[in-house]
């Protein structure tokens, strides 16, 4: 799972802080307009970044900064201020393309262009329906978001550790297996993932997810264990769940 959703919700986290900042400003400047976001609203964070010199937008379309990578959250504040200009940044992505080339589905179709239909951040935590066909075999083991074009990007060297604590990795996110998340009833799911990202995505897409997971683990490696936990699943699975148990079992025929 993408490592930004091991720890606490960042929406919640960063709301709460940014919120906190304007209240400080209030203090100093007096009473003023304002607004804050966090991935919460249709603001276009990633161009708001480049043209305020953040960083650049990536090959992959995520914001980039010569200092910190893309490893980072974007929050904004609207306000009702006259604030000073600040200049945008040039790329530096140069002739590197290799986030392009590491994606598991080839969703990045062109320099700064992606197919969120093929994406599989997108397809396993905004996508509420069946999972493409020809899909599931490349999701590999990833059962919320992706960071593979962001862990091969030579800029993320650059990436730091979050210093606050709500971002530490929960400990039942801490090396998971697949069979113990698919053991998961949906009370322990709701408890577990309390005041996490992973939560909004509901019980019945987590399953989903892990039902392709797991056919690729049955696929990959045969072991019984694997069939057997699916097949146990299956009689009262929804129908969403069932085509994908069904797909899964079917990949070591």
């Excluded at 720890?7 to 009473?31: F, I, N, S």
């Excluded at 066909?133 to 730091?160: F, H, S």
Aim: charged share 25%; net charge neutral.
């Amino acid at each position: 799972m993408s490592l930004y959703a091991r720890g606490r919700d960042y929406h919640k986290v960063l709301r709460a802080r940014l919120q906190t900042l304007a209240d400080r400003l209030g203090e100093q400047l007096g009473p003023f307009g304002h607004r804050v976001f966090a991935d919460s609203a249709p603001v276009l964070e990633v161009e708001l970044a480049s043209r305020s010199g953040i960083g650049w937008r990536g090959k992959h379309t995520l914001a980039l900064s010569r200092e910190a990578g893309s490893m980072f959250f974007l929050g904004e504040i609207y306000v009702d201020l006259a604030l000073p200009l600040t200049e945008p940044v040039d790329a530096h992505c140069g002739s590197c393309r290799a986030c392009i080339d590491v994606c598991p589905t080839q969703a990045i179709v062109g320099e700064r262009r992606v197919d969120a239909r093929r994406c599989i951040s997108y397809l396993t935590i905004e996508h509420d329906g069946p999972i493409p066909a020809e899909l599931r075999a490349p999701m590999g083991n990833r059962i919320y978001g992706c960071d593979d074009c962001q862990l091969v990007c030579p800029w993320n060297k650059y990436a730091t550790r979050a210093v606050l604590p709500d971002f530490d990795t929960r400990e039942v996110f801490d090396a998971p297996t697949l069979l113990g998340l698919w053991a998961w009833s949906e009370a322990e799911f709701l408890k577990r993932t309390e005041g996490s990202a992973i939560r909004r995505i509901g019980p019945a897409r987590w399953r989903r997810n892990l039902a392709v997971a797991l056919g690729n683990a049955w696929r990959e490696q045969g072991d019984p264990v694997v069939a057997q936990a699916l097949q146990a699943a299956r009689d009262g699975a929804s129908e969403l769940l069932r085509e994908h148990i069904d797909w899964a079992l079917a990949q070591r025929a």
